[in-house]
């Protein structure tokens, strides 16, 4: 059974770093992007990062770029996020995908199979 288990949120200043961290378990050789998604209640989630399962390339929502960075290992996917903002905070989620949808639209959230319960991130001013 898939399972995606998200830890590290907390609450920040605005300026201040987290690093969210999900442990997979179980993913299957066919996965194929690893991605974090975020949402705020009363707005639709919205992709803010992901990576091929392989690695390789990365990519970010135009907001984030430049101050969050998302990695893995093997089995472990991170989203280093430094010099937050307020509009930052939201409950984010790691997912993964089993098809190639995720490589047309990677921000787009029905290409993804598998999601964790999230992890809130809260950033005051």
């Known amino acids: 059974q898939v399972q995606l288990a998200e830890s590290g949120g907390g609450s920040v200043e605005a300026g201040g770093s987290l690093r969210l961290s999900c442990v997979a378990s179980?993913?299957?050789?066919?996965?194929?992007?690893m991605a974090w998604f975020r949402q705020v209640p009363g707005k639709e989630r919205e992709g803010v990062a992901a990576?091929?399962?392989?690695?390789?390339s990365t990519y970010y929502q135009t907001a984030v770029k430049g101050r969050f960075t998302i990695s893995q290992d093997a089995n472990t996917l991170y989203l280093q996020m430094n010099s937050l903002k307020p509009e930052d905070t939201a409950t984010y989620y790691c997912?993964?995908?089993?098809?190639?949808?995720?490589?047309?639209?990677?921000?787009?959230?029905?290409?993804?199979?598998?999601w964790g319960q999230g992890t809130q991130v809260t950033v005051s001013s």
């Open positions: 997912a993964a995908a089993m098809s190639s949808r995720c490589l047309v639209s990677w921000s787009a959230g029905p290409g993804y199979n598998y």
């Open positions: 179980a993913l299957p050789t066919s996965t194929t992007c």
């Open positions: 990576t091929y399962a392989r690695g390789g």
